[in-house]
């Protein structure tokens, strides 16, 4: 463990471009009727220096496009701040939000979907020029044609249509086009996803040789490890809404931090067989943006989660066996209870979850189980069983929540490379992440 682990930290750094602080973007939510927000990001703290390459990386649905588009002001912030170049971007409007516009640009992931097949490729190049009314006509087609050769397709493809194009191509184009406006900063939203591995290959390339003969700074989002490890200064691992850990390239691949990132991390397929790292093997799925922890968004599927001190001697896998019934009576907190079944629930006669039982039996029935938590399943079982799943899992959160569950943790800094992680384990009250994952694993 890094001796610096527990200072806050410092977002700004050397010669920032973007700093963003405490920014939200959540969708819905308001109105009488509306149900609880999709907190699709919820309160994010970076920077992003200029020239450099910051990769965005996660689970699908875990915020990453809405982050990329609330930087460039495609969706409008919930809360928080983003300052590019000093300004707060966040309060612009009109004439000054299209003026700053230019700056920021995003090349999509689709290169087949994102281009309009009825335009030719000079006029989907040309369209952000004449949008902003960039000089004359005459200087708007040579920039046009600069931008093809800068992008490695040639003049003559200027009279062609997107659909002539092969999928590189189109990725080209897309980028000619984002670049067209001269901008410092772009949104690569998994630029190469979609392309085959030959081509990933050029595109990332020139990718790299546009950033140093433009000076551009690159938000890059993929769910691919090695290229971002590839071509990525620094990343930023997110997970429902938050980011988990962010700092320099190989100093996160090579020792990460936080529990999320060495799950990620350990994923990753190595091709020496002697590899003794283990891999982390996550239970159940992320939950809902509209209903993620109130403390670590990590809580409900972290294998390093803090127990409540109540329960600290009990058995790993009763534990374990716990916070997967946990999960169960959560997800079916959520569904709806059509109107006939809450008037059965009335009358005291409400079946639709009478399995339950069995479904704890099946949880529980192979090991031991303390005669005093085999009393609080009975209740939540109870609890689902009447059709108020909602109360069992309030019991289950009562009886069995920790500080990850309840607590939002803080930014540590984790390393002399002023690498960070969101995790309450990084504080000298409880024990490291890195000794009780290897408890747990050595365990198996
Ligand atoms: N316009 C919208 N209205 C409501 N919810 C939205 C909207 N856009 C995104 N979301 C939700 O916000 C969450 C984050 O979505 P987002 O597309 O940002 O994730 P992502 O990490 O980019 O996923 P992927 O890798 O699959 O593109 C998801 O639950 C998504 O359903």
Redesign the pocket.
Known sequence: MSETIGESKSTVRDDTLIEVSGLRKH??GDGIFAGPP?K??DGVDFTIERGETLGLV????????????TLLRL?TPTEGSILFDGTDITTLSGSDLKEWRRNAQMVF?DPESSLNDRMTVGEIIREPLDAHDWKGKQDRRERVLDLLDAVGLSDEHYFRYPHQFSGGQRQRVGIARALALEPEFLVL??PVSALDVSVQAKIISLLEDLQEEFDLTYLF?A?DLSVVRHICDRVAV?YL?KIMELGETEDLFQNPSNPYTKSLISAIPRPDPTDATRRITLPGTPP??RDAPAGCPFATRCPAKIRPESHTDLDEDVWDRIEQFREIIRERSRMDLSTADIAKRGLGRFSRFDDINETASDLFGDIDVPADIAEHIDVAVEYVEDGYPSKAREYLYEEFSSVCDREKPENHVVSESDRYSYCHRHTNEYEDVDTVLSRRTSDE
Do not use: F, N, W
Request: aromatic share 4%; net charge negative; charged share 20%.
């Open positions: 969708y819905g999709v699709a990001v996660g689970e699908s649905g875990c915020g990453k496009s809405t982050l990329g588009r969706e992931q939203d998994e989002i769910h997110m809404g809902s943006p």
